[in-house]
């Protein structure tokens, strides 16, 4: 399978404790970037990368949000001292710079108890 | 698996029939347009896109149908299936900018 992966698919924790997410986005695919989507809505913008270099932040991106892209692969998304509002799933979607067409992974569904 | 789209709008055809799905999007400045089906528990999968330049794209059994005058998206789907039952987003890329904004979902549901 060759397209976007994410690990893991659904993940379960206390409220205050910190959460990592991964995405491996489709090979060669330079550009990577994060949505968060709620029940009812359409996703919504977090971050992206071109290569390693992280290129636009949403507002929704609080202090407690953080990604990175080391090496410009994978990704991760890690969120500290999770909020009962941070319950959402977590999409990752990557692309060509020269094609705009975003790709998804399956995403990782947050539930912050 | 978890409902995507809990109250969204919902249109509901006989399999077999056309299905038209529309879609306002926001920014009159934005020049790429991208349809997804996302299915319970499962991220957005492309369906087709189109660019400002263009007027109307076809695909297999779908065709989006972009009306730039009035902001206004449309997603055709010929002879729907059952497995065309899904939510569907329509999606926007702004001139400046790599992010999607998406619109509100539609509910499709397909009988038989």
């Known amino acids: 399978d060759t397209g976007v992966s994410q690990n893991p698919r659904h993940k379960i924790t206390k409220r205050g404790q910190n959460v990592t997410f991964r995405c491996d986005p489709i090979s060669e695919h330079n550009r990577l970037y994060w949505y968060r989507q709620t029940l009812g809505q359409g996703p919504e913008f977090l971050t992206y990368?071109?290569?390693?270099?992280?290129?636009?932040k949403s507002r929704l991106l609080s202090d407690r949000f953080s990604a990175e892209r080391p090496k410009g692969s994978f990704s991760t998304l890690e969120i500290q001292r999770t909020e009962q509002g941070d319950s959402a799933m977590y999409l990752c979607a990557s692309s060509l710079v020269v094609i705009e067409t975003q790709y998804f992974g399956p995403g990782t569904r947050l539930l912050v108890l | 698996g978890e409902s995507v789209g809990l109250h969204l709008p919902t249109l509901s055809v006989q399999e077999g029939d056309n299905s038209i799905i529309n879609c306002a999007y926001s920014n009159s400045a934005s020049d790429y347009f991208i349809w997804y089906k996302q299915e319970s528990g499962k991220g957005p999968q492309f369906i087709i896109d189109i660019r400002s330049n263009m007027d109307k794209r076809q695909g297999q059994r779908v065709t989006v149908l972009l009306n730039k005058t009035v902001k206004h998206l449309s997603l055709q789907i010929a002879a729907t299936q059952p497995g065309d039952s899904a939510v569907y987003f329509c999606?926007?890329?702004?001139?400046?900018?790599?992010?999607?904004?998406f619109g509100t979902g539609t509910r499709l549901q397909v009988f038989p």
């Open positions: 999606a926007e890329i702004g001139v400046g900018t790599d992010k999607l904004i």
């Open positions: 990368f071109q290569n390693e270099a992280q290129l636009e």
